[in-house]
């Protein structure tokens, strides 16, 4: 494993992030996204990392989709970056914080034109009768902003993971695969290896 004796995770994601935008064929940047509801029941899907630093991991979304439901529910989740081609993962799991308005308009403003009257347009995880519903949703909020400006919809923001422990994972022949975690304590982080 590169880079291991680091005692910043942040660095060595840095790194492996890195390597995968040059190696991945597609989506370097997604990432399983699981969170649980007010009961435990979990839920996972992909989304696409927008902005990682020293203050967390951002994705955005609608917020009245699942998992925004989930998260508003019980603030906590937990990451997983799989890339084939550099046969790695990294899990990261923590606390969830919304960004700040000025955060998702920024975002929000640099989306193509099309991907914000999306966002208008879908009543993510809500039931549709067909494909023509969304459609004509798209057709209306088209019309609707026409070449002016599109506004950030109310219910459309962004999350950020805080994390509390980081996991890299690299294939090892024979299925001895390497794993270090990293867990945050009060001045920086511990680590540890596991057995595969």
Do not use: C
Request: proline letters at 6%.
């Amino acid at each position: 494993m590169t880079n291991t004796n680091t005692d910043e995770p942040l660095a060595l994601f840095d790194e492996w992030y890195g390597e995968a935008q040059d190696s991945e064929t597609h989506e370097p940047t997604a990432v399983t996204l699981a969170t649980a509801d007010s009961r435990g029941r979990p839920s996972a899907r992909m989304v696409l990392l927008k902005q990682f630093d020293s203050n967390g991991f951002v994705f955005y979304t609608n917020l009245e989709s699942h998992k925004g439901r989930d998260l508003r529910e019980n603030p906590f989740a937990a990451l997983l970056f799989h890339w084939k081609s550099l046969q790695r993962q990294v899990r990261i799991e923590g606390a969830v914080l919304p960004v700040s308005d000025g955060e998702a308009d920024a975002y929000f403003n640099s989306r193509h034109r099309s991907s914000r009257i999306g966002a208008w347009a879908s009543r993510q995880s809500q039931p549709m009768t067909g494909r023509r519903d969304l459609e004509l949703e798209v057709a209306r909020y088209t019309a609707k902003f026409g070449i002016g400006a599109i506004p950030r919809p109310p219910y459309w923001s962004g999350f950020r993971v805080i994390p509390e422990s980081f996991e890299f994972w690299r294939e090892g022949k024979f299925r001895l695969h390497e794993r270090i975690v990293y867990t945050r304590i009060d001045n920086g982080w511990a680590t540890e290896r596991l057995f595969p």
